[in-house]
């Protein structure tokens, strides 16, 4: 063996191992994400690389240039329409008799959604269109004051309400939901009956859609010794804000759903 090929054999087992190649980062796509102005498209037809055009910018017109292909309509639409657009264009201009037309956002626009209610930090939140609720709600953070309920208010393309459970969006059991550029996000105060009377801890207690009379008493921590157990007074206002008294007999307590703004009286037997 020459002393060449030994410095270079030992040079060789000398080097440490190169890192192993990854691809390039990418964005996360959402296929629903709705284009608007200013957002930059990257679109690849697959096998024809003449047709590519990497980083289209949607003008404030909401259209943007593809090649010498002609101007498209984006502005609105979702990035699946854009790319069914784009397709059904080059099959009528001959370009290709069944192409496999790739689009994606390879730069989001500026887009904010807005937090308010019993959250900690009630604010604009900037989003790049692959944000979902949960997401953002974790950076608001609940206050101590906030129900059950979150509600998302959408004026585009159309006005839209939306109302999720906040426990299911905190374990994870809703289904993602993905904002879109000026969703309103609202956290609503619980919605609270009063409780007074002979029980162990009268006071203000949160109620959901849910609540039953009986499930109320027991958190208000049951009734006294001395309370009158058999019926019990609920104060509610009707239709015309006026409040109307019925009695609950011990028989409807696990049915009687109890609602926000009752008042809830229980009283004390004769002895």
């Known amino acids: 063996m020459t002393i060449a090929l030994l410095v270079l054999l030992l040079q060789t087992a000398e080097r ?155 374990n994870g059991t809703a289904a993602p939901f993905l904002l879109q550029d000026g969703d309103a996000v609202i956290v609503p105060d619980a919605e609270k009956a009063i409780v007074r009377g002979d029980v162990r801890s009268p006071g203000m207690y949160e109620v959901g859609r849910d609540t039953t009379l009986l499930q109320l008493l027991v958190i208000a921590g049951d009734f006294t010794d001395k309370a009158a157990r058999g019926s019990v007074r609920v104060t509610r206002k009707n239709d015309n804000g006026k409040p109307v008294d019925q009695k609950v007999g011990r028989e409807q307590f696990s049915t009687f759903l109890v609602k926000p703004g009752d008042v809830v009286f229980v009283g004390r037997r004769i002895l």
């Open 16 to 170: 440490p191992p190169s890192p192993p190649q990854t691809p390039a980062a990418t964005v996360s796509q959402n296929p629903d994400y709705v284009v608007g102005p200013q957002d930059k498209l990257s679109i690849t037809v697959v096998g024809i690389p003449e047709l590519n055009q990497p980083n289209g910018l949607v003008d404030n017109a909401g259209t943007m240039a593809y090649l010498d292909q002609g101007v498209i309509k984006t502005s609105g639409k979702t990035v699946r329409q854009i790319q069914a657009e784009i397709r059904q264009l080059l099959i009528d201009k001959g370009q290709a008799t069944n192409p496999t037309v790739q689009v994606e956002v390879s730069a989001f626009r500026p887009q904010m959604v807005y937090v308010s209610g019993a959250v900690g930090h009630p604010q604009g939140y900037p989003i790049t269109g692959t944000e979902t609720l949960m997401t953002v709600i974790a950076q608001a953070g609940f206050s101590p004051a906030a129900g059950q309920r979150v509600q998302v208010v959408r004026n585009k393309p159309a006005h839209q309400e939306f109302t999720f459970d906040r426990h299911a969006l905190e």
